[in-house]
């Protein structure tokens, strides 16, 4: 029987021949398009052999195929509806980058440029010098110069001015940023012996300033992003930091972390410190992400004092360190927004979404609420509490609203993942819910045929 049934068994060139099967190759390389063949039919061979199938029919080899192929021919790093709630979500790309950068991008890669070329010269040029200007205009900064991320900015300016010497952090700040950024590791990387000051809860300007010796190069504040310390406490300010940096001629820097550009206090929300503050308080140079809220690519920007800034140009570290041409090509669009507040808020996908209204949000969820509701799958309008992430208001939530879907939560949850489109939701309170604060419009009908798919599949 089994002999048989392994003697039915179509060859790769038997099915490769079959036209439904020739249509697919062409949106994938062959290596995958043979290979997935080959995957579907050692799963029917594997199926004889534990007697699990037990008649053959080519139709279903070919159906199966067809669906081992169409899953390979998508990318690996693809697209997730985000029904988390949080806006600049690390593990789900962080933030998304205006239509007008990401069409900038298409066009200056799929084009020769002047990246690294001085076009006025015929010259050698800067990648800088396409962007430094614009930060300092948006900033107030003096000079810029940029990294891959935030993370490798800090290193690169530890290296450069606190290698083999020490800096002073409070230990209220030693911060542990998801994805292995650990502030006492970071130090050690770059050669600098960390001097802890203060207590968890309370560092004062005396703290800072009994730990000068001259073995000291940086006084070095961190944002704290992603926790909050309550009740008896007290910090330093970057204000009053940076006169104790010039008073002691020590260099001072921050590590703002998210780099928010416009004044959240001013919308309602909470005050997070700006890029603009931090400048204009003294510090020697700052430190921020350009993909939290700053709403653009991945990279790391370091904006302060000239001459501090001149040197870490020079540092050869930064070569290795140094910010692609994509992330140049994104940032430049999505820094012109800043120039008018108004249009940064409109234009720039982060700041939009912070931002909008309750009352739209909801709406969204209700439109999701009828469709599903129509197609009978029990569910209900819910109350959520979205948040921003991407180390910024911790602690603080927004108003938010959802769509919570009876059944097993974790099954739920699992499914509207793995399925595609892939929907990542959350579960709260035993019971999975899809958040509508970081569903754009156009995802509505998506996510709701997905919802419809799965539960009438149950
Ligand atoms: C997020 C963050 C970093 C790391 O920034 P990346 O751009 O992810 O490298 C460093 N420091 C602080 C305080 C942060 O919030």
């Known amino acids: 029987m089994k002999k048989e049934l392994f003697k039915q068994l179509p060859k790769v060139d038997e099915i490769i ?11 994938i390389d062959y290596f995958n398009f043979t290979e997935g063949i080959r995957d579907g039919i050692d799963h029917f061979r594997q199926g004889i052999a534990r007697g ?22 998508q990318m690996n790093l693809r697209n997730v509806i985000n029904a988390t709630g949080t806006l600049v979500h690390t593990n789900l790309g962080r933030s998304l980058i205006s239509e007008k950068a990401a069409k900038n991008v298409v066009d200056v890669i799929t084009s ?18 396409h962007i430094e200007k614009l930060i ?3 900033t107030g900064a003096e000079a810029a110069v940029l990294t891959n991320n935030n993370a490798a900015a800090v290193m690169l300016a530890l290296n450069e001015f606190a290698k083999d010497g020490e800096a ?5 700040e030693l911060v542990e940023i998801g994805g292995s950024f650990r502030v006492p590791d970071i130090m050690k990387i770059s050669g600098t012996k960390l001097v802890e000051v203060g207590t968890t809860n309370r560092t004062h300007s005396k703290d800072y300033k009994e730990a000068i010796s001259e073995n000291t190069s940086m006084l070095l504040k961190i944002h704290t992003s992603n926790y909050k310390i309550v009740g008896f406490t007290k910090e330093v300010t ?22 928010v550009l416009v004044d959240f206090g001013k919308y309602g929300l909470k005050k997070e410190p700006t890029v603009q503050e931090s400048i204009a308080s003294g510090i020697d140079l700052i430190t921020f992400s350009g993909d939290k809220l700053l709403g653009g690519p991945q990279a790391g920007i370091i904006v302060g004092k000239k001459k501090y800034i001149d040197r870490l140009k020079k540092n050869q570290l930064l070569r290795a360190l140094r910010v692609s041409k994509m992330a140049l090509a994104a940032l430049e669009p999505t820094l012109r927004y800043y120039l008018n507040e108004r249009e ?13 209204d309750t009352v739209k949000v909801k709406e969204r969820a209700a439109k999701l609420l009828e469709i599903l509701q129509k197609n009978n799958v029990k569910c209900r309008l819910v109350e959520t509490e979205a948040t921003i992430g991407g180390g910024s208001m911790p602690g603080e939530t927004i108003n938010s609203y959802g769509v919570g879907i009876e059944g097993n939560p974790v099954e739920l949850e699992r499914e509207f993942r793995s399925g595609t489109p892939h929907i990542v939701g959350i ?28 539960i009438k599949n149950k």
Do not use: W
């Open 52 to 73: 699990i199938i037990t008649e053959l029919h080519l139709k279903d080899v070919v159906e199966t195929i067809k669906n081992i192929i169409e899953k390979k021919s």
């Open 136 to 138: 300092c205009t948006v």
């Open 238 to 259: 970057n204000n009053e930091l940076a006169e104790i940096g010039r008073e002691n001629n020590v260099l001072t820097m921050e590590d703002l972390g998210s780099g």
């Open 427 to 454: 579960i709260r309170n035993n019971q999975f819910i899809l958040d509508a604060k970081a569903v754009k419009d156009s995802e509505i009908h998506p996510v709701a045929n997905r919802a419809v798919d799965i």
């Open 17 to 27: 021949k079959i036209p439904e099967i020739i249509e697919l190759s062409k949106n």
């Open 112 to 129: 020769y440029n002047n990246l690294e070329y001085n076009l006025e010269e015929g010259i050698r040029g800067s990648r800088y010098d």
């Open 168 to 172: 002073v952090v409070s230990r209220g």
């Open 344 to 356: 940064a808020i409109e234009k720039i996908p982060t700041l939009k979404m912070i931002l909008e």
